[in-house]
Every structure is written in structure tokens, then in C-alpha cells.
């Protein structure tokens, strides 16, 4: 009975008419209302990104790669031991047995320049890899082709839709590609013939200089905004351009869990599992710090989203106190008649409630339209203001992820229920002790 004649006597109150409290009240309602839908897009949409870029990265980049040691290689000091250098090949049949290992290829990798015609040379990350059935990481690049056919046994490559738009090549056409530590050598050449004092012995020199780039045929193109910057060719094709000579940069390996890669990973270094001169690089030890970044952006909206739902509950102070205001006489009434304070307090609470609660509706369906028409809404907004406040280039995604939860939107719901009431609460605790002599004398 008493929550009854609270809620009745509270809709009471707020029923429209055209007096100052239902303007108030509508105010505080679209408060709560922006408060909340603000919430439901932002946490929606950062949630959103958080997984499509995870899934995102796990699309294109290794779960791990192992990377042979380089203090173990090189010149050895005349007298000493030899250093201890296991064989890539008997670390890959050993990976190939490990428990949640779906695959374990050889791999090489390296920065190269890639050029066609007199066009200016590119810089690309470069990874040599061997085509077959059993190779994990190329079933997954063929998700992002966009032309051609992925064909790494001749010499080929394999580029990004966005290299193939700066050199200006399609499917078909042969790109002359030379490593980084072939120009760094070539550099280093030049230099020392410049040195030369003889002008015969300096022109003998550059002459002696002759750098032959490696051509290689377009094959494939992916695209770089879900498969990244790098290019692919076949391993024997890296292994020339790194000079390797029959060698590896690492093992490639992909597994059942990615998540589990950096677990995985300190599993086969505590049991030895992987020789001393291998050391194992996941992909969260390349990508890490940019997903840690999106959760601290996160933490940090909605550390500023709290103080959003603050002033909506303010609003709702506002209404309550204004209530108390107007309503100081049949408060007094009501407290004559038998009322305690409790049973006012609940009115209020009750106002509050009510006023929460349809401005939590709002919010919600209002958020959950911004949310269905959010690309839409990107690209009006950047035709107007020329403008895009999701690009490409920085958030990595050609369209506004968003990711819904249903325990997302019942902590919305619950802080905004939670900050109403208690904002209600403190008016109409004075307005509870308020003497009834008092109030009706007044």
C-alpha cells in the first residue's frame, strides 16, 4: 500500500501541465535520455572496435614466429668453441608435434624496395613464404585478396591494393624489388670509392658497384586495410634477397587459440621445447601496446561519460527539489495525516524512479538507432563537413564496428537508476523533516 500511494502521488507530480515542473521534467528526462544513448553508442562502438581489430590482426598476422638467436651466428673468435647453432629444420619437425599447433612453416623476412618502371621505390615489410596446404597463414591471406591468384612457387609476389595504387601496377605486371641490405651495402660502396683520393681508382670502384634487382610478377593483390602493409613472396625468392643460402629468418606457427600464444610460447621455453639460440615473437608482442591503447581510450571515455550521467542526474535534483518546493504544503498534509518520513522519501525516490526510467527507454532506443544508421550518419556528417571522424588510416577499419552486450547495457541502466535516485535523495530527505506546523502556515 505505501508503494502504491508513492508511485501514485509521484505520477501525480509529474503529470504534464503547463507549469515550471514539467518543463523541468522533461528536461531531466532527456537528460537521463543523452546520458544514456551517449553511453550505449560509445561503449557499443568501442567494444565494437576492440574486437573487429583483434580480429582484424589475427587475420593476417602470425600467432607466433620463433627467430633464431643472432648472437649465435657470425665470426668466432680464433681459439674459442664453436657457438651452439641448432638446425631451423629440426626445430620445425619439433613444432609440427606440439599440442594446439595447426601449423609450423619456415619462413624469411625483411624490408625490401619495390619499384616499376621510373616510378620512386616503395619501402615494404617483406615475408618469404612456402606454399602448401599445410600453411595456415596463407588460408588465411586468401580472405583479403581482392585480384589474381596467390601463387608463391615461381618467382611472384604478392602485394597490398594500396602499394599496387602508389606504383600504379595491376595483376600481371613485374615490379623490380631489391633488399634493404643490399642498398645499405651498396651505400656503404659508394662511400668508400667517394673516399678515394685517386680519381682512377675511385671511378675503377663505382664502376666495380653493380646492384641487379630482383623482378618479381604481381600475382595477387589484398587489401591493406584488413590484411596490413605487407607483401609476400615464395620463400626461395626472400632467401636470395636476404641471403640466406638455404637459411630461415624464423618458423611460422599458427594455433588453435590464438590467445594462448604468449602461454604457448613460455611453455616451450620452461620445458625446453625450444633450443637456447630460438627466441619466440607473438603477435600481442607486435600488437600489444596498440590493443592495451584502444582499452586505455576506453577506460578513459567512460571515466568522462560518468560525469555525462552526473549532470543528468542533476537534472533529476533539480526536478525533486523544485517538486519539494511547490509541493511544501501537502507534504505538510501528508505528514499531519500520519505520514513518516520514509513514506515521503519513497514519493520522491519514486518521482526519480519514474523519471529515470523513461529517460533509460529513450536513451536506448535512441542509442540503438545512432547505432544501426552509424555509417550512414559518417557519411553525412563528412559530406557536410568534409570531415570523416572514423578514418581509415587510423582506426585501420573502412566501417564503425559495434559490438552490443547485453552486461554493458544492464550497467548503463543500473548507473543511471543508481545516480537518479541518489540524486533525489537528498532533497527529499530535508523535505521529509519538514514541520507540518510549518509547512502549513506557509
Known amino acids: 500500500m505505501i508503494s502504491s500511494a508513492s508511485f501514485f502521488l509521484a505520477l501525480r507530480y509529474l503529470r504534464p501541465k503547463r507549469s515550471l515542473v514539467s518543463i523541468i521534467t522533461l528536461i531531466s528526462v532527456l537528460g537521463v535520455m543523452l546520458g544514456v544513448g551517449v553511453l550505449v553508442v560509445v561503449m557499443s562502438v568501442f567494444k565494437g572496435w576492440q574486437v573487429e581489430f583483434k580480429k582484424m590482426l589475427l587475420g593476417f598476422e602470425p600467432h607466433i614466429v ?14 674459442s668453441p664453436p657457438p651452439f647453432r641448432s638446425n631451423w629444420r629440426d626445430v620445425l619437425k619439433q613444432m609440427q608435434t606440439q599440442p594446439g599447433v595447426i601449423s609450423a612453416t ?21 615475408f618469404g613464404l612456402k606454399q602448401g596446404a599445410d600453411n595456415a597463414l596463407l588460408a588465411k591471406l586468401t580472405k583479403h585478396r581482392i585480384a589474381g591468384e596467390f601463387d608463391l612457387k615461381r618467382d611472384n609476389i604478392i602485394i597490398t591494393d594500396r602499394l599496387a595504387k602508389k606504383l600504379g601496377v595491376k595483376v600481371g605486371d613485374t615490379l623490380s624489388i631489391l633488399a634493404s ?15 678515394q683520393k685517386d680519381a682512377t681508382k675511385a671511378a675503377a670502384a663505382r664502376e666495380e658497384i653493380v646492384v641487379v634487382p630482383k623482378d618479381l610478377t604481381v600475382t595477387a593483390i589484398i587489401r591493406a586495410d584488413t590484411a596490413g602493409e605487407r607483401c609476400y613472396a615464395p620463400l626461395h625468392v626472400a632467401q636470395e634477397l636476404f641471403n640466406l643460402e638455404g637459411d630461415v629468418s624464423g618458423i611460422e606457427i599458427e594455433l588453435t587459440d590464438p590467445d594462448a600464444a604468449d602461454r ?4 616451450w621455453i620452461e620445458t625446453e621445447k625450444l633450443p637456447a639460440d630460438w627466441r619466440p615473437r607473438t603477435w600481442t608482442d607486435m600488437h600489444g601496446f596498440m590493443l592495451q591503447n584502444v582499452e586505455n581510450q576506453q577506460s578513459l571515455m567512460y571515466f568522462l561519460l560518468f560525469f555525462i550521467m552526473l549532470v543528468a542526474a542533476i537534472c533529476v535534483m533539480n526536478t525533486t527539489i523544485t517538486v519539494t518546493v511547490q509541493k511544501r504544503r501537502e507534504i505538510g498534509i501528508l505528514t499531519a495525516l500520519g505520514s513518516r518520513s520514509g513514506q515521503i522519501i519513497a514519493l520522491f525516490l519514486a518521482q526519480a524512479g519514474i523519471v529515470a526510467i523513461l ?21 553525412f556528417i563528412t559530406a557536410r563537413t568534409g570531415r570523416d571522424f572514423f578514418p581509415q588510416d587510423i582506426y585501420f577499419l573502412s566501417e564503425i564496428p559495434s559490438q552490443v552486450h547485453a552486461g554493458d547495457l544492464s550497467s548503463i541502466c543500473g548507473l543511471a537508476i543508481i545516480l537518479c535516485l541518489m540524486a533525489a535523495l537528498i532533497p527529499a530527505w530535508f523535505a521529509a523533516r519538514v514541520d507540518p506546523a510549518v509547512a502549513l502556515r506557509d
Do not use: C, H, W
Not at 107 to 122: L, Q, W
Not at 181 to 195: G, V
Open 181 to 195: 641490405d643490399t642498398i645499405r651495402q651498396m651505400i656503404r660502396d659508394l662511400r668508400q670509392a667517394e673516399e
Open 264 to 267: 604457448q610460447a613460455m611453455q
Open 66 to 79: 620463433l627467430m633464431q638467436d643472432a648472437r649465435f651466428t657470425g665470426q668466432v673468435p680464433e681459439g
Open 359 to 379: 529517460g533509460i527507454i529513450s536513451g536506448l532506443i535512441g542509442g540503438m538507432t545512432v547505432l544501426y544508421y552509424r555509417n550512414d550518419l559518417r557519411d
Open 106 to 126: 619456415p619462413m624469411a623476412e625483411g624490408m625490401v624496395a619495390a619499384r616499376f618502371g621510373k616510378s620512386d621505390p616503395e619501402g615494404v615489410e617483406l
